[in-house]
């Protein structure tokens, strides 16, 4: 079983940045891909960014060229680094582990106007 814990959220105006850290802890046997997923009022929980275990990367069209996905292979961690944030952004984010299906316990972005 694979354990995440997210960190490094908060509240930030728009404009501002963030960082979001993912850490995973457990039986990790492969490296998998893995992805930020964010949930907003009234919409479906969407992906955000993913990453591979080759480092490639694939992020929705809403956040492309304001947010980057990266990973840590030494420390089992994954970070959102979130640039020209926008009040749309505001939601729970939560870490993902694609290959166990594991999810962390969400972490709070709230984007100010």
């Known amino acids: 079983q694979v354990h995440l814990v997210e960190s490094g959220g908060g509240l930030v105006q728009a404009g501002g940045s963030l960082k979001l850290s993912c850490r995973a802890s457990?039986?990790?046997?492969?490296?998998?891909?893995m992805g930020w997923h964010r949930q907003t009022p009234g919409k479906q929980r969407e992906l955000v960014a993913e990453?591979?275990?080759?480092?490639?990367?694939n992020y929705a069209d809403s956040v492309k060229g304001r947010f980057t996905i990266s990973r840590d292979y030494a420390k089992a961690t994954i970070h959102l680094q979130m640039d020209s944030l926008k009040p749309e952004d505001t939601g729970i984010y939560y870490c993902?582990?694609?290959?166990?299906?594991?999810w962390g316990q969400g972490i709070q972005v709230t984007v100010s106007s």
């Open positions: 993902n582990d694609a290959w166990t299906e594991s």
């Open positions: 457990g039986s990790i046997v492969v490296i998998p891909t």
């Open positions: 990453i591979t275990s080759g480092g490639s990367t």
